[in-house]
Structure formats: structure tokens, C-alpha cells
């Protein structure tokens, strides 16, 4: 008898745990897996849907149509203008917003009402429109300032996250994606289906003394008085830093040192700050953490440990060493700046709009993450500031606007130095951040009119939005 109950016991027990671990999947199904299910390509409902479903359009932030047209006959106006944001969609391949939202382009808004007017009018049944946050113009003058060279342009609206533009060189034309899929695939020098803008992973270079600079505002009581006396070039830790040309700034605190990027000088606090506080402020700023952002992406990597030697801290504190991340996570990181510290959640779509034209599923601006204090934002906004006007930023700002940025050229064992910039404007009320990244373009300094022109637009922009809301 007892030993029937045990094997009573013992068979409840299992069909108890299959029971459990069914909950857990479909539980995890729901939560997690819902979303890529229901945007895969391979859903055979996605399939069946696409057989009599025309797939809603895609419209830039201005309303102008950016892409129409159902899955097998996709056409795209603006060519390869929005290439990887919007990216591309025909039977066999999708991309960039077109996989993401999937489900909301094929999905008919009062379906089984849509289907009645087709049986009577022949009217199509269609999937649901976006309204993305991205601005043709502004987009346009980003392609236009990588100018065919490789690289990357960001421009976000740090008081949201609106994703303005995202521009990537080399691209492709989603209209014959179909005819010149093996030759992308197969251009592994140029990498042309690759999105750089929020894939491409780059040392930072100089543009990284932002965080050296916010960590040492967390961490230095003193951070003002540190001075340090720069020869052009020095020993750290078994490993000799030099400046730009060899130029010896002299005697510098921080404010000046950030302003003519002294990498001496960041060395220098890079020792003083150690790696743990490195690392606590690399970390605030999104580093070693999954972005929640809809397209894909790839994480910025701060691997400095609170073991790591001398020289490994002062590489890192200029920018260089293992310290990997992508132009839009340093175009967060100013924004952060920008916002008071408060870093908000990047999106691309703003809203859906239905077959009949009625809006839904408007996108509500998202605070991220406190990446630092106000006071420090504010600190690092004079930073910037004295960079763009008394430094290496100098050549960036629209005329007659304040603008607030920080420089950097990026070592790299494949070719000539990447260039960097990322700032914001206008620097005491900032409307819009921009980053350029300029791939083996060789320093810094071949960046700057790239950033310019693309802030005058922006800002353009941002004026046209205002004047509308009057």
C-alpha cells in the first residue's frame, strides 16, 4: 500500500512539474517571444495575411511617404536615402522598420468592416500605416554630409529620444534588393547591409573623455583643482601617451584640458579616478547594458576591471584600449548631457495610422536612465561648450548658435583614424544631437563640417516644428 501512494505520489509530482514548466513557456511565449513571433517573415499567419493585405505605408515625421506598396511590389521613393532605418521588404527579405513592424503593416485596423468594403467596392484591405520620427530634410543632409565616405550620422531630440535621422554609408537600394541581394551579401570590405549608425562598434577616442570627465566629476572632491602640467607627451603606467602633433599644452585644469582634448592630462585623471569609478560612470552611460531600442543594434563594451594595470586605465580614459560602442550610444550619451542628465529611451516610430486615416499607437516619450545629475550635466555642457568655442570643436557650429561638443580620433589597427563628433545645440536650450562618425577618414578634424551642416538643418527643422504648433 505504501509503496502504491509513493508511486502515486511520484506520478502527481511529475505531471505537477510538466504542468509548471508548460505555465513558464507559454508565460515566456506571451511576455518575451510574442513580438519576434508575430514580426517573423516565417509566421505562416504573417504569409497567409500577405496573400490579400496591402502593407500599410511608412512616412517620415512630415507626413511624405517613404515607402508604400504591398510585400511583393515594395516601393521606396527616396531610394537609398532611408536604406537601413526603413529597410526593406519583398518576399524572401526584411529589414530595419519593415521587420520590426511587421505585424503592425500587415495588420488591417477593423478587418472583418475592410473585408465587407472590398466585397462591395473592390477597396483593398490594408494594413496599418506609420508615422516615423525621422525627418526627410535632415536625413537628406546627413547623406549628404558622409558624402559617399564610410561612416555613420545620428541626430536625436534629447528632450524625447526622437531618432530625427539615421544615415549609414555604404548602403543599397531597397527598390532592387531582390536583384543585388548576392552582391551584398558577398561585399564583406564595404559591408553595405550593415546599419553602422546603431551596429557598428568603434573604439570612441576622445569623444569618451566625456565619461572620463563625468567620472571624475563623481568621484573628485577636487576635480577643479587638478591640474597637470602637459609636455606633448608622457609615461603612464609603462605606456607613453602623446597629444595630438606632439602639441604641449602646458599647464591645464580640466576645463581647459577637455577643450583642446589633452590626452596627457586624461591620462593623468584617468590613474586618479582608478578603474572602479571608470567604470561606474561608463556604466551609467549605457555601457555593458542592452539598449531597448527597436532596431537592431549593437551594446557599447567597457571591459576595465578593478584589477586592470596602468596602462590599460589610461587607454581607456582617452578613448582607446578594448572600450567599444556605437555612434548612436555616444549620440545618447550627449543627449543625457543635454537633458539634465536624464537619458530618454531612443524610438523611431511615432505613431500608427489606421486604413481610414485615425491615429493609434502613438509612441509616448521614455526616460531611460539617470545617467548623472544635473549639476554634473550642467558641468559637462561647459565643457563642451568651451570645446566648440575655444577648441577642437571649433569649426562645428551653425553660425551664430552655441553649441556645446566634444572631438575625437580613434586609433585603429585596420587603416586611418575614425573621426568623431557629438554635440548639441542650441547649448543653453538644446533642440537637437548630433554625432558623426567618419570611418578610417583620418581624425577629428574631417567630421566637423559633416556636423555643422547637419545641426543647421536639424535646427531648421526643429523651428519648422515650433512654428507649427503656434
Known amino acids: 500500500m505504501d509503496a502504491m501512494k509513493k508511486s502515486i505520489r511520484r506520478v502527481f509530482w511529475l505531471y505537477f512539474l510538466l504542468f509548471a514548466a508548460l505555465v513558464a513557456y507559454l508565460a515566456k511565449f506571451i511576455v518575451f517571444d510574442a513580438g519576434t513571433v508575430v514580426n517573423s517573415p516565417l509566421n505562416p499567419r504573417v504569409s497567409l495575411e500577405k496573400e490579400d493585405v496591402v502593407r500599410g505605408d511608412i512616412l517620415d515625421a512630415q507626413n511624405r511617404v517613404i515607402a508604400s506598396g504591398a510585400a511583393d511590389a515594395r516601393t ?94 555604404p548602403n543599397f537600394d531597397p527598390n532592387t534588393i531582390a536583384a543585388d541581394w548576392d552582391k551584398l551579401r558577398g561585399d564583406t570590405d564595404n559591408s553595405p547591409l550593415l546599419n553602422r549608425a ?18 571624475a566629476l563623481q568621484s573628485l572632491p577636487d576635480v577643479y583643482g587638478f591640474e597637470y602640467d602637459c609636455k606633448g607627451s608622457g609615461d603612464f603606467g609603462g605606456r607613453t601617451i602623446s597629444c595630438f ?114 491615429e493609434t499607437g502613438n509612441v509616448m516619450p521614455e526616460m531611460l536612465r539617470q545617467a548623472m545629475s544635473a549639476e554634473q550635466a550642467r558641468a559637462l555642457t561647459e565643457m563642451m561648450t568651451g570645446a566648440v568655442e575655444n577648441g577642437t570643436g571649433r569649426n562645428a557650429a551653425p553660425d551664430g548658435v552655441t553649441m556645446a561638443g566634444k572631438t575625437g580620433s580613434a586609433q585603429n589597427p585596420n587603416g586611418a583614424d575614425h573621426g568623431w563628433f557629438v554635440g548639441f545645440a542650441p547649448a543653453d536650450k538644446p533642440a537637437a544631437v548630433v554625432c558623426v562618425l567618419g570611418e578610417n577618414i583620418g581624425g577629428s578634424s574631417k567630421v566637423l563640417g559633416m556636423a555643422k551642416s547637419v545641426m ?15
Request: aromatic share 8%; hydrophobic share 40%.
Open 456 to 470: 543647421e538643418k536639424a535646427l531648421e527643422a526643429e523651428n519648422r516644428r515650433l512654428g507649427s504648433l503656434q
Open 245 to 358: 602633433n606632439g602639441t604641449a599644452h602646458g599647464r591645464e585644469d580640466i576645463k581647459r584640458a577637455f577643450a583642446v582634448s589633452c590626452n596627457t592630462f586624461f591620462a593623468a585623471l584617468g590613474l586618479r579616478v582608478g578603474p572602479r569609478n571608470l567604470r561606474s560612470a561608463a556604466e551609467a552611460a549605457l555601457f555593458n547594458s542592452t539598449l531597448d531600442f527597436s532596431l537592431e543594434h549593437g551594446d557599447g563594451s567597457f571591459p576595465l576591471d578593478a584589477g586592470a594595470g596602468g596602462n590599460e586605465i589610461v587607454e581607456t580614459a582617452i578613448g582607446q584600449g578594448r572600450t567599444m560602442t556605437t555612434p548612436l550610444q555616444m549620440a545618447l550619451v550627449a543627449a543625457a548631457v543635454a537633458n539634465g542628465g536624464i537619458m530618454m529611451k531612443p524610438y523611431v516610430v511615432d505613431r500608427e495610422l489606421t486604413a481610414g486615416g485615425y
Open 76 to 169: 521606396y521613393p527616396y531610394g537609398r536615402l532611408f536604406a537601413h532605418a526603413v529597410g526593406c521588404a519583398d518576399k524572401n527579405h526584411l529589414s530595419g522598420i519593415e521587420a520590426k513592424f511587421n505585424f503592425e503593416l500587415e495588420n488591417p485596423h477593423l478587418e472583418v468592416i475592410q473585408r465587407i468594403g472590398r466585397l462591395l467596392t473592390g477597396a483593398p484591405v490594408k494594413g496599418n500605416s506609420l508615422v516615423l520620427t525621422l525627418d526627410a530634410d535632415v536625413q537628406q543632409a546627413a547623406y549628404d554630409a558622409l558624402g559617399g565616405r564610410k561612416g555613420a550620422v545620428v541626430v536625436l531630440e534629447p528632450s524625447t529620444g526622437k531618432v530625427l535621422a539615421m544615415v549609414s554609408y
Open 198 to 215: 546603431s551596429q557598428g562598434m568603434y573604439p570612441p577616442g576622445s569623444v569618451f573623455k566625456i565619461i572620463t570627465a563625468l567620472a
